[in-house]
């Protein structure tokens, strides 16, 4: 084909880009994959099968930083050998271009190799490879031929070839595992479509239990091997969950089963790929860790989105909400069911509360704004479903939720679809919620606490509770009938009351007394001592720093009861611990050298960026970053995970302002 009706039939398709949908319905992707960790990419050979709408010269794939490495070919069932497909790669796209005709099916045949800069991120965990996707807002396109458009739902059946010794994890349910003396391959079968940027893939180190659903849905669990302890509370509640939202959202889990996996590093708390959640290993904790930071409301969130944004798909920015609200929502619906109404509407008075801010900011907007913030889209899009379901009933809300999944089930929707299906069994207008709830760009806020105070007697006496001008009663709800989140709010605003009598409270409130009583009364040096030995490596860490602040002669005693500690997987407890160390001359229990290179050392790559950045601010303010420290922060100027650029970047410039 000569160029210059290359360039005809490209600028044809460029024009009519926005309508691909309209011409060709791709149907599935079968790529069998290989995955080269030590040198950072991916090849393989790709089956893309597609059935054309409407006559059209040329088609295309997404392919960002593509190589097709092969000629392209049709196997055409009725033709005795496969048909030679003409194809251009340009723009970030592969082009076919033929005769395509309407009512005919295409296999599409053809190899090809990336080395991804983002979307499939290859990190080292340990001395292990922890190979993982984030399809979302990054594009799959960028690893894997596809189609970046959210409306164009593919089946996608992935093999995947790896070295032995590592666990492959993807959508759908694992048909089967070939071994071979070097590698393995790895075959899952989706069955049903979904948008591209829902593909999932992991290459790691694991391990897996798994729980079967009432419904009869395998729940799979993965952990990694030195973890297996964590595996009950980092999953605690799960199955329950799953259980709970199949019977609140009346409408059957959608897929063969539902994986959930840890990975290295992140980049969010947790992605809802198609049958397979990743998350960040942030989350996986130790039954005291689970007091303070656990993974119960990230699971249901990303649960939930299995029906609401998988199954049913916003047709664009503007309707995020659809995703994201629904996704919060029913998240709250789920933790209500565990830990009861109280802690349900406490979450809607704290968005609430959050989302008055942000208006008051002037940063509110519209819920339709597709550049709202995620604050907007998930707290105010919960809340929307909240007072929706009280103006219609329950009953009318359910039976319009199951509807409007059944309709658009494997589709894509916009806001009028569902609030149509609402209006059609309420039997009445929605437009003047829809005005206020949704339009305009004004939170409602006043409308949500006037719910609030209807529907819950506890939130009516956490806003009684009020201690900013202080009266006699406050340090009477510090003793009696008030909740533990009233007691907070007491000790956050008038923390001089907090009495030895205080201490006997729940954890919430202990809690509370090391992070605002910070100058600590000798009268309750016995009380805050005991502190330490609760289970909240919060808690731990605040008191371990105010006990040290306060007592200096005692230092040493609190250095040693805490030095086993070690808290979250940002180790908050021990690098709290070292510095504190480091900061007593006269405790020569540990080699201070020794701890001064372990606290470097967690500046290294090696680390997740949490705990780098937690280490890196230690070292800051001890104005002790070194050479080696001041070379890991270089290197993570150029890290995957966009906080630590910034935070990195910011260091820096403070670090070569100060010579």
């Avoid at 076919?96 to 800069?117: R, V």
């Avoid at 040096?525 to 007592?551: G, H, M, P, Q, R």
């Amino acid at each position: 084909m000569n160029r210059c009706l290359y360039y005809i039939l490209t600028f044809f398709s460029l024009f009519s880009f926005a309508q691909q949908t309209d011409y060709v319905d791709f149907l599935e992707i079968h790529p069998l994959i290989i995955v080269k960790m030590d040198e950072g990419k991916v090849s393989g050979n790709l089956m893309v099968k597609l059935k054309i709408l409407k006559d059209v010269d040329s088609i295309y794939l997404d392919a960002k930083n593509i190589k097709v490495t092969s000629k392209v070919y049709d196997d055409d069932p009725t033709s005795f050998e496969p048909i030679l497909i003409n194809f251009n790669v340009e723009n970030d796209k592969i082009w076919f271009i033929s005769d395509f005709e309407k009512g005919k099916t295409y296999n599409l045949l053809f190899d090809y190799e990336a080395s991804p800069q983002k979307a499939l991120y290859f990190l080292k965990r340990k001395s292990d490879w922890n190979v993982w996707t984030q399809g979302q807002g990054k594009y799959t396109s960028n690893w894997l031929p596809s189609i970046d458009d959210v409306n164009d739902k593919i089946q996608f059946n992935l093999d995947v070839i790896v070295d032995n010794g590592y666990t492959v994890v993807s959508n759908g349910e694992l048909q089967n595992v070939n071994y071979g003396p070097n590698s393995s391959m790895w075959q899952f079968d989706m069955q049903k479509p979904m948008s591209s940027y829902l593909v999932a893939l992991v290459v790691g180190k694991y391990g897996k239990q798994t729980e079967i659903s009432k419904s009869g849905i395998p729940l799979d669990y993965y952990y990694y091997p030195e973890d297996s302890l964590k595996v009950e509370p980092t999953y605690r509640y799960s199955k329950q969950m799953f259980d709970f939202l199949e019977d609140e959202i009346g409408f059957a889990y959608p897929w063969q089963n539902y994986k959930q996996v840890p990975v290295h590093d992140f980049l969010y708390a947790g992605m809802e790929n198609t049958s397979c959640t990743i998350f960040s290993d942030a989350f996986v904790v130790d039954s005291i860790g689970f007091n303070d930071k656990n993974y119960v409301n990230v699971n249901a969130h990303e649960l939930a989105h299995q029906w609401f944004g998988n199954l049913v798909t916003a047709k664009s920015g503007e309707h995020h909400w659809l995703q994201e609200g629904f996704a919060t929502y029913y998240a709250l619906l789920a933790e209500r069911n565990i830990f009861g109404d109280n802690h349900f509407y406490f979450e809607l008075y704290e968005s609430a509360v959050d989302l008055g801010r942000q208006d008051i900011a002037g940063k509110g907007t519209s819920l339709l704004n597709p550049k709202s913030s995620s604050l907007t889209f998930y707290q105010r899009g919960a809340w929307v479903l909240h007072a929706l379901r009280t103006l219609v009933g329950e009953k009318v809300f359910k039976s319009a939720v199951k509807n409007y999944l059944e309709k658009y089930q494997f589709g894509n929707v916009e806001t009028s679809d569902f609030v149509k299906e609402v209006e059609r069994l309420y039997g009445k207008s929605l437009t003047r919620f829809v005005n206020v709830w949704i339009k305009q760009k004004e939170f409602p806020v006043d409308a949500a606490f006037g719910l609030l105070k209807n529907q819950s007697t506890f939130i009516n006496e956490y806003l009684m509770v009020d201690c900013q001008a202080k009266s006699s009663k406050c340090s009477e709800y510090l003793k009696y009938y008030v909740s533990d989140e009233a007691k907070v709010k007491v000790i956050s605003q008038v923390p001089e009351l907090v009495t030895t009598d205080t201490f006997k409270h729940g954890l919430k409130v202990r809690q509370a007394i090391s992070q605002y009583v910070t100058k600590i009364p000798e009268k309750l040096k016995a009380d805050y001592e005991s502190l330490l030995d609760d289970k909240s490596y919060i808690t731990v860490e605040n008191a371990l720093y105010n006990l040290w602040s306060s007592f200096p002669e005692e230092r040493a005693k609190y250095l040693s009861k805490t030095r086993n500690i070690i808290g979250f997987s940002d180790k908050n407890v021990r690098l709290l611990w070292i510095v504190l160390n480091l900061s007593t001359p006269f405790y020569q229990a540990d080699n201070k050298q020794g701890l001064y290179e372990e606290l470097v050392g967690y500046t290294n790559e090696r680390y997740h960026a949490d705990l780098r950045m937690k280490a890196f601010q230690y070292l800051d303010l001890m104005r002790s970053c070194d050479t080696r420290c001041k070379s890991n922060l270089e290197n993570a100027k150029s890290h995957h995970n966009w906080r630590l650029v910034k935070f990195a970047k910011e260091l820096s410039e403070k670090l070569q302002n100060k010579q």
